[in-house]
């Protein structure tokens, strides 16, 4: 049975304070509510609010059990030095985040982020003993020349050239169409599953059946409480990404429900 995962990508949104009561809210609705003890349930604020998250989770989970786990939106691939701006995976480990998101679109997109610095990025994460949240997805333009499956194919070979070993506990993958990502067109179960499935075919071959039959594959692009349960319900979809509808505590553990349920672990 595949782990579930479930990660909240508040991007550049919240205040420190709003961050630390969002944070504290997910948590008390999970203990509340459900899904949260067979769902691994992730936040990702902005890094200037990592600790006051941190602590907002930490108040909860002492009570009741639940446990959500902190992650941020990058990582750096050295381990300090003169790189303005940036922050080390190191430094997140130090104020207790367990994940890091990598190669996001909007990373690539904005900021100039390849298939080659992801993977510099990837690599540190997981020496530092960190899980990876890796993003691929191809855009609109790459989809209607029927090109997607040779950039997933393009962003596996390259962003995962040196990992050694895939599988249960390590690094995660977000297939995150572009062209779905805060547009509300989430991709549907049958684009989400082909594409998954093609996935982990693949990581089948740059690793091993049995790591890759492990593997958690995340789908993201808009997905809400609405359409979680049907996403989840594909074979190949292990979990989501979570833009949007993780800026909200209750759709957000709404959507932990629906994934809970959808694999009958509800
Ligand atoms: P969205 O964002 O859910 O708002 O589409 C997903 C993401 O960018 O990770």
Redesign the pocket.
């Known amino acids: 049975m595949r782990e579930i995962v479930i990660a909240g990508?508040w991007?550049m949104n919240t205040t420190p304070f709003e961050g630390a009561m969002l944070a504290r809210k997910v948590a008390e609705l999970l203990s509340a509510g459900n899904g949260a003890t067979v769902v691994t349930v992730v936040v990702c604020p902005p890094a200037t609010h990592l600790a006051m998250a941190q602590a907002g989770i930490a108040s909860v989970t002492t009570e009741s059990g639940v446990k959500v786990e902190l992650g941020a939106q990058n990582a750096h691939w050295e381990h300090k030095g003169a790189f303005t701006g940036e922050i080390s995976a190191s430094m997140l480990k130090f104020i207790g985040c367990r994940w890091v998101?990598i190669g996001?679109?909007?990373r690539r997109q904005w900021f100039g982020e390849t298939d080659e610095t992801a993977n510099k990025r990837l690599l540190r994460v997981i020496r530092n003993g960190l899980r990876p949240i890796f993003?691929i997805g191809e855009t609109l333009e790459e989809r209607e020349a029927d090109r997607a499956f040779e950039v997933i194919e393009r962003q596996l070979k390259i962003g995962l050239d040196g990992v050694e070993n895939i599988g249960r506990g390590g690094l995660v993958i977000?297939y995150?169409p572009v062209w779905?990502?805060?547009?509300?067109h989430?991709a549907t179960p049958e684009q989400a599953q082909e594409a998954h499935q093609f996935i982990r075919s693949q990581l089948s071959e740059q690793f091993s059946e049995e790591a890759a039959a492990a593997t958690v594959i995340q789908y993201?692009?808009?997905?809400?409480p609405d359409n979680a349960g049907q996403l989840m319900a594909c074979p190949d979809v292990d979990g989501?990404?979570?833009?949007?509808?993780?800026l909200k505590a209750d759709s957000f553990s709404a959507i932990v429900k629906a994934a809970a349920e959808a694999k009958g672990r509800g």
């Open positions: 990508n991007k998101i996001h679109s909007e993003c977000a995150e779905a990502i805060g547009t509300g989430t993201g692009g808009s997905m809400t989501g990404l979570v833009g949007g509808a993780s």
